[in-house]
């Protein structure tokens, strides 16, 4: 039967191409056995749902457990009604009992029509009334908020001291947070900050990303049911793109296999893998769309905003910073600090985050193209001093982060650039006070670097050309750009003091100091 990579709800193992659970999770069929009630969080798509019910199924088909996996979404329409929820809540979970459990292992108040009205009294009945032990995991939980949400978690608290007669013997809380990251305020804007209401919790589990041998083995079994060839570096380039986030690693194998090289005689090779990147990013699918969401948020901000300038993390809480991480935004690096969480991700934030400038553009027309279309890297040069010191200024109230609005212009402006036509790879982290920059167009290719100057800090030209040094003898060239934006007060305007010279590197390479 004819397989494919999913993208888009649940996988379905008769039709898609997945990895067992038992291998991302080793331990949770211990802890049941063990009567724990845990909770298991991780980013959006990563297999959380997939997992769960591929757990449950084999829970209830080994004969030991009835498992089913149930969701809680419906009520989070209700948060300040937990009586209105409930109800919805009860009859999405009835439709998920009658769809996943055969009619023996179906509480048996379902048949005769009389069901509980409470969460806690319905899991009661179940739970005396059922031939096994009762394993029961509910996805969506941190879409509840408010009133609603304490409700569920103190009947859930209420009736585990009488497991596993009395109630079920397990209970799994699924959903991207932990349980202290739930909302509970007015708005949903506080958090619970506790496990409290949830206190009985043995564990908080996170689903981790795909290892490389994970992603092997996903794509090898394409290769098995088709035929179809992923060269060894075209597997291991996905993954540093990727970084193993499921859904990354599955969006961009679905791209390639389906439109890029249908035909199964062809060979997936890095260069094919590069371009569905480019075409996800272009694109920005619903995965990317939400975490794009996201960064409007003011906690998101306080530590995206440094790591894009490369300034150092300000004093940030610690909740706000494991939010980041369970979101899957960022990863806390081998190397220290926090990081964008990979490669892909690297390139949709700052794309995004300058969007609104790119849509405040002014008309430029592309003289930086020759009359055969390749680009012209001094033409650029001019173009772009051109519009800076015209538009510069005018467009830093375009973006949404002020600390940053010099990157995201020329970020806006280098987009219109390779529209169509190129591309472009950014390098950035925290703490190392710079953004690297490569524009690819046909077969130019132009390293930058962009250095802010701060009040009471030393100019950053010796610096940055030690920096771009390192950064140009890696892509091979011998000459760049290093942009540094004057941000100290009291300057004249941008037109006025925005100039360009040649300087000397150590390394001995002609780079185009440019200063605005």
């Not at 920005?284 to 490369?310: C, F, M, N, W, Y």
């Not at 150092?312 to 806390?332: A, M």
Request: charged share 20%; net charge negative; proline share 8%.
């Amino acid at each position: 039967m004819t397989k494919w990579f999913n993208t888009a709800g649940p996988c379905k193992p008769d039709i898609h191409y997945t990895l067992p659970t038992s291998e991302r999770l080793p331990q949770l069929k211990r802890l049941i056995e063990q009567e724990n009630y845990f909770v298991i969080h991780a980013p959006r798509q990563t297999g959380k749902t997939t997992a769960m019910l591929t757990l449950a199924q084999e829970l209830t088909a080994s004969g030991k457990y009835t498992a089913v996996m149930v969701s809680v979404e419906v009520g989070s329409a209700f948060p300040d009604q937990p009586e209105i929820a409930e109800r919805r809540i009860l009859d999405a979970w009835q439709d998920a009992i009658d769809c996943w459990l055969p009619t023996e292992l179906q509480p048996s108040f379902l048949t005769n029509g009389n069901p509980p009205q409470r969460i806690g009294s319905f899991l009661k009945s179940w739970a005396e009334t059922s031939k096994r032990p009762l394993v029961v995991f509910i996805d969506e939980i941190d879409s509840l908020q408010n009133q609603t949400l304490i409700n569920v978690l103190r009947q859930l608290r209420d009736g585990f001291p009488r497991r596993p007669q009395s109630f079920p013997q397990c209970v799994a809380l699924i959903g991207m947070r932990d349980v202290r990251d739930y909302k509970v305020a007015s708005g949903g804007t506080d958090r619970l900050n506790t496990s409290s209401p949830f206190n009985i919790k043995v564990e908080s589990l996170t689903l981790s990303n795909f290892t490389l041998e994970d992603v092997k083995s996903l794509y090898e079994q394409h290769t098995q049911s088709t035929g179809q060839i992923f060269n060894p570096k075209a597997i291991n380039h996905a993954y540093y793109l990727t970084q193993g986030q499921p859904w990354l690693v599955n969006a961009i194998a679905r791209q390639v296999t389906e439109y890029l090289a249908e035909d199964v005689n062809i060979p997936i090779t890095v260069d094919l893998i590069n371009q569905a990147k480019d075409i996800l990013i272009q694109r920005q699918d619903t995965h990317l769309d939400s975490l794009a969401e996201r960064l409007r948020e003011d906690r998101v901000k306080a530590i995206i905003e440094p790591i894009l300038s490369g300034e150092e993390l300000p004093n940030t809480p610690e909740d706000d910073r494991r939010y980041l991480l369970d979101l899957g935004l960022v990863i806390r690096s081998k190397e220290g600090g926090l990081k964008v969480a990979n490669p892909i991700y690297q390139e949709v934030i700052p794309k995004v985050l300058s969007q609104g400038t790119q849509d405040s553009l002014p008309m430029i027309q592309p003289s930086w193209l020759t009359p055969t279309g390749e680009l012209n890297p001094q033409i650029l040069l001019e173009t772009f001093l051109d519009f800076w010191r015209q538009h510069g200024e005018p467009l830093f109230k375009s973006t949404p982060y002020p600390e940053i609005a010099p990157h995201l212009v020329l970020m806006a402006f280098l987009h219109r650039v390779v529209n169509g036509g190129g591309s472009l790879e950014r390098e950035y982290a925290i703490g190392s006070g710079r953004m690297d920059i490569c524009l690819r167009y046909g077969d130019v290719v132009l390293g930058m670097e962009l250095k802010v100057w701060k009040q009471g800090k030393p100019d950053p030209l010796p610096k940055g050309l030690v920096q771009l040094d390192k950064y140009l003898s890696g892509l091979n060239l011998d000459t760049g750009w290093l942009i540094i934006f004057d941000r100290r007060p009291d300057l004249p305007p941008i037109s006025d003091r925005t100039t360009t010279e040649i300087a000397q590197s150590p390394q001995g390479r002609n780079i185009t100091v440019i200063r605005g």
